[in-house]
């Protein structure tokens, strides 16, 4: 184990990413640990199993921000949580961030061993959660209350129009979904409602000289089209009609104004654009965190809007409302013309299924696991701005290509 610190470059006031542990990783001179030397102790791990579809782990841990983790805690954490799930003998790096709210720290290793052999991931979850519990005990930590969680949780499931009943299944989705969940306008409520194949429309009448809105709620199909006759918000009580959820919209705006969790989101979601190949693979990293994507795309393709719904904070936020750059005009420009923010490379489109489990993340415990493509990706989201432009770390990775395709090709 050696034990370093790192500044980056850009921030030299502000502590944002320091190495604070490396573990069966050699010690730079300098103490300066940069992407390429790191690589080079993956690179044995990496060459020796070149099937493994993602062989690099990307781990976060994040205690309450309540309690208050000294630098040494922090490494004896990641030790014991490594330790717990195996990861002891692999080689792995530890990041301290205190960039957002919370502090915390990320764990980048490979799941490739020297002998080829993968380490099982099958139980990761459940694993996971007990390390998680066993650290809360050894260090004292503010403890997630799974139980009482767990029955917080109501269980939303989509509506299938097929089975009948419709009306039952979307009042099980419609009259809870505000109790859980802030969404600052009909628009976020849409994205939300989509998830369980559901659209809600506004509607205006005049009654007796007076004018009148109020809401309709539609069952979508598998294609995500209006089917069945409409359902009035009153058959579903007071709180999921116009005027209740105005008045919620109102409240969501204050509250997630003054939410740490915005920040939180923008700085996931901008590290999946920045190791992401494209639309799917984007949407698979975020879904791992608990993050639902909602596109919406005219008759010719186009991405005019772009809703995240985060089930960690149980919040809902378009893309425009955390950044410029995460607006659906970029993410346009990304899957339909091939250019990618902050890329000098353009990338072509990649074709492939959308994941369809749109199963919630696990609101307890302060563990968020990932995987990614490469080393490389991992260590860049986590030092975006450390080195530059490293023509030394690209042609590492241009060889590192070429010794895995070259492998390929032998097997």
């Not at 949407?283 to 991405?303: C, S």
Request: aromatic share 8%; glycine share 6%.
């Amino acid at each position: 184990m050696v034990a370093a610190e790192y500044n980056n470059q850009h921030t030299d006031d502000k502590e944002t990413g320091k190495v604070h542990l490396a573990h069966k990783i050699p010690d730079p001179v300098d103490g300066n640990f940069t992407v390429a030397q790191v690589c080079r102790a993956f690179e044995p791990y990496l060459l020796a199993n070149n099937k493994t579809e993602k062989p690099v782990r990307h781990i976060s841990l994040n205690p309450d921000p309540s309690d208050k983790v000294s630098d040494e805690r922090f490494m004896q954490m990641a030790e014991q949580y490594m330790k717990e799930m195996g990861y002891a003998s692999q080689p792995y790096i530890v990041y301290k961030h205190t960039d957002i709210e919370r502090t915390h720290i990320h764990i980048v290793t490979t799941c490739v061993q020297l002998d080829g052999s993968k380490i099982p991931d099958s139980y990761d979850h459940h694993r996971s959660m007990a390390a998680c519990r066993d650290l809360e005990k050894a260090f004292d930590l503010t403890p997630a209350n799974e139980k009482m969680q767990r029955n917080e949780k109501p269980a939303f499931k989509p509506v299938d129009y097929i089975k009948g009943d419709v009306k039952s299944q979307m009042a099980a989705v419609i009259r809870y979904l505000p109790k859980y969940y802030s969404f600052p306008n009909l628009g976020t409520y849409n994205a939300l409602l989509s998830l369980f194949n559901i659209t809600a429309e506004p509607i205006s009448g005049e009654a007796i000289g007076i004018t009148k809105k109020g809401l309709v709620y539609f069952a979508l199909d598998t294609k995500g089209e209006k089917t069945g006759k409409p359902f009035k918000s009153s058959l579903f009580g007071k709180h999921t009609g116009l005027n209740a959820l105005e008045m919620h919209f109102e409240k969501s705006k204050m509250a997630m104004a003054k939410n740490p969790s915005r920040t939180i989101q923008k700085n996931s979601i901008e590290a999946a654009m920045h190791m992401a190949n494209g639309e799917s693979d984007f949407k698979g990293q975020l879904l791992e965190q608990g993050v639902n994507i909602v596109v919406r795309r005219n008759n010719e393709g186009r991405v005019y809007g772009i809703t995240f719904i985060d089930h960690e904070s149980r919040s809902v936020w378009n893309g425009s409302q955390l950044g410029k750059n995460l607006s659906a005009n970029v993410f346009n420009d990304w899957w339909n013309k091939g250019i990618k923010i902050d890329s000098d490379i353009t990338q072509p489109n990649k074709l492939s299924p959308s994941p369809v489990n749109s199963d919630e993340k696990d609101p307890f415990g302060f563990l968020t696991p990932t995987r990614n493509d490469g080393v490389l990706e991992a260590l860049g989201s986590l030092l975006p701005h450390s080195q530059g432009e490293d023509y030394e770390e690209r042609d590492f990775e241009n060889r590192m290509k070429k010794k895995r395709k070259y492998r390929r090709g032998q097997s």
